[in-house]
């Protein structure tokens, strides 16, 4: 772990701690929560907070579209999702900015983050973010999009195709396997026969880079060198972060049915938000005392987020029926109004037509 | 006002469409250099370039992912599905993704983008090249799925569909494209989305049908009028999901005798939902059984001629179960 060789200052190692350490309590807040009651539902990142925050801070956050996946809880907080955010979904309240309490929770989005809206059948978002690329390229805005997703995930027919698709028009994409080993309680020898995620890549004509999850600065690195090979016209990177589960699959599943005691301890020795604060220690980023403070900090963050999201409305029935389709008038000719209509020029190597001539003759 | 075929009011649409918005593109196999399979994109490569006019690899999942991903940034996607056939591998982004894509964010994200797939038989396409998969696509809140039945709604329900800010699944039916012939404006116009046409008014029986089936609808009532002085209402459903249920209330009242007419099997399809808006609403103004006139229900439609005809709904059929209604 090197945070300078990665090109980051002590500030922004400090601020990428900070983000892992809020993800982490949060999480645990969601399965006390979840014990005592009051929340129907969890589904964690912990064990993955070091590869999210390492891709997070690599990315540009309201310009890159970001596809998360139900893990990301350490991503989004990095692209500037907040607490409270976080914690109204997890309440289902009103307000939940993602769903207004329509999706489980962990279904993240926020349109002016550019964090899209996702499902919960795995993969689907794939094609989207390769859609996201592709207005990129058409459009001539300088942007990536990342996509991540889980490693029993690279199974899905999506995952090819989107990929592929990339790969044929060298778009903008980044995707991101987020390697825990399981898919549930599969581990990863029943889910792929090839080595690992990465060297799928090749079929894709795309680069294929396997980093070490638990070191959020090599994640940044690796993520931040694909989003320059991107925006250079280079095509699209599969970055692969060996990660670990270290909680059951969400709150629903009972992990001691399919793997040992000893097995996840073994993980819990090697945590990697305990990693990044006994590195920040060794290079006396923060001191014992700095260290105390940001946790207490971060818990008053979580209290307050808590609170809050508990006493928000819930939603009315009455707005159920809401947002089927349009709401607005149709506006033809409209959608420059949304994309600004720049562009327009085609990327090299691809035929232009010529100027136009005449009216419309249908097409003949 | 020149007559053009259904074909061609489609890809008078396209080109339109593209002209006046250049966030209008069209994707999909083969719909570039080979115009596509059918020809609907002839020439919009030549004149819009390939950045706009996309030959994709065979992947129809992604074809439609992509269109979804590049819709929600802004833009507006026109995805060809090469046959209605072909369009399963798709149905999980277009049912779980597309259709869902606003109501799951709360409206902070839409998809404004068309599927356009050509369906139906009666061309010599068998079992894979014939279907018609409306009804798999149908009842599912947030997709619009429509069909037009000849040239002049063609051009300006796609068009509509393409400007429109909801997923439209746009059925073409293969059949009409150079069957149907009719007076197509110049002009950019469109058809609304959610509303069914009566074609034909008369008072004694009302037909309900779409696509292929309004024509040989038309052409039953006709002769049945020249022949035996019947009068059939014609109502031409254009959107079949969600339905014009006004319209089809006020269609059964008129006469209270109903046949409803389609090509795809009879037992889960549009059909069921029509009579059931129709029992709901109108039991009481009915004067006789509702009926229905459907493919039968084999999984789909086979190749050799005289089986392929067992399976189509034809002119006489329909004749035949309209004059049976009107004289119940
Ligand atoms: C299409 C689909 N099939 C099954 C599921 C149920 N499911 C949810 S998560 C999951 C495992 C995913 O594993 P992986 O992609 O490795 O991600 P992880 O949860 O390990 O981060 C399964 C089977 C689903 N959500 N979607
Ligand atoms: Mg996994």
């Known amino acids: ?364 | 006002m020149a007559v053009k075929t259904y074909i061609e009011a489609i890809r008078e649409a396209l080109w339109q469409a593209m002209e006046r918005d250049p966030g209008v593109f069209v994707l999909g196999e083969d719909v570039g250099r080979r115009g596509g399979v059918f020809r609907a994109t002839a020439g919009l490569l030549e004149r819009f370039g390939e950045r706009r006019v996309v030959d994709t690899p065979l992947a129809e999942s992604a074809i439609v992912g992509v269109a979804i991903g590049a819709a929600a940034y802004g833009l507006r996607p026109v995805a060809e599905i090469q046959f209605a056939d072909f369009i399963y591998p798709a149905t999980n982004q277009i049912v779980n993704e597309a259709a869902k894509i606003r109501y799951r964010s709360n409206g902070a994200w839409s998809v404004p983008l068309v599927i356009r797939a050509p369906y139906g038989g009666g061309v010599h396409g068998a079992l894979y090249h014939s279907q018609s998969v409306e009804k798999a696509f149908t009842g599912h809140p947030g997709l619009r799925v429509v069909t037009p039945s000849n040239p002049y709604d063609a051009k300006g329900l796609l068009l509509a569909a393409i400007f429109s800010d909801d997923p439209v699944l746009f059925l073409e039916h293969k059949k009409l494209y150079r069957l149907a012939k009719g007076e197509v404006p110049e002009d950019f116009y469109t058809v609304p989305l959610d509303r069914a046409r009566t074609v034909r008014e008369g008072d004694d029986v009302t037909v309900i049908a779409y696509g292929l089936m309004v024509p040989y609808a038309l052409e039953a009532a006709e002769r049945l009028a020249r022949e035996e002085g019947i009068e059939a209402t014609v109502l031409d459903l254009v959107t079949l999901y969600p339905l014009d249920r006004a319209a089809i209330v006020e269609a059964a009242r008129r006469t209270g005798k109903v046949l409803i007419v389609h090509e795809d099997n009879g037992e889960g399809g549009v059909g069921g939902e029509v009579a059931a808006v129709i029992a709901e609403t109108a039991l009481f103004d009915l004067d006789a059984p509702i009926r229905r006139l459907t493919g039968p229900d084999v999984p789909a439609m086979p190749y050799s001629p005289p089986l392929e005809a067992w399976f189509m709904p034809s002119v006489e059929r329909i004749a035949a179960a309209m004059r049976e209604l009107a004289r119940f």
């Open chain 1, 1 to 364: 772990m090197d945070h300078r060789a990665a090109g980051l200052t002590d500030a922004e190692a400090i601020r990428m701690y900070r983000t892992m350490l809020l993800a982490r309590r949060l999480d645990e807040r969601q399965w006390l929560l979840n014990r005592a009651g009051k929340l129907p539902f969890v589904i964690s990142c912990q064990g993955h907070e070091a590869a999210q925050v390492g891709a997070g801070f690599a990315l540009k956050p309201g310009v890159d579209f970001v596809l998360p996946y139900y893990r990301d809880l350490a991503l989004v907080l990095a692209l500037g999702v907040t607490s409270e955010a976080v914690m109204l979904a997890a309440f289902a309240r009103a307000d939940d900015p993602a769903s207004g309490g329509r999706q489980m929770p962990n279904h993240f989005s926020d349109r002016r983050l550019r964090i899209f809206t996702q499902s919960s059948p795995t993969g689907t978002q794939i094609p989207h973010a390769v859609g996201f690329a592709w207005a990129a390229r058409y459009t001539g805005e300088p942007f990536v999009a990342f996509v991540s997703f889980g490693d029993g995930t690279s199974n899905q027919g999506d995952f090819h195709e989107g990929l592929n698709f990339a790969g044929v028009f060298r778009l903008p994409v980044i995707a991101f396997v987020e390697n825990n080993r399981y898919a549930i309680s599969v581990p990863l020898e029943r889910q792929i026969a090839s080595p690992d995620v990465a060297s799928r890549a090749q079929s894709y004509g795309m680069a294929g880079v396997k980093v070490d999850g638990r070191d959020p600065f090599a994640v940044y690195r690796v993520v931040r060198e694909a989003r320059e090979r991107a925006l250079a016209g280079e095509g699209g990177t599969l970055i692969e972060a060996d990660v670990m589960r270290l909680t059951p699959h969400s709150s629903d599943d009972d992990d001691r049915t399919y793997r040992s005691r000893e097995e996840v301890e073994a993980l819990r020795q090697a945590d990697p938000v305990a990693r990044v604060r006994a590195y920040l220690l060794e290079q006396a980023l923060l001191d014992a005392a700095a260290l105390e403070a940001l946790e207490a900090e971060v818990a008053a963050e979580v209290d307050r987020a808590t609170a809050a999201a508990e006493a928000a409305p819930l939603p009315d029935p009455a707005t159920a029926m809401r947002h089927v389709y349009a709401e607005a008038p149709e506006r033809p000719g409209a959608s420059t109004d949304r994309w600004g209509g720049a562009g327009g020029k085609g990327p090299e190597g691809w035929t232009e037509p010529a100027p136009a001539g005449g009216g419309t003759d249908g097409g003949r």
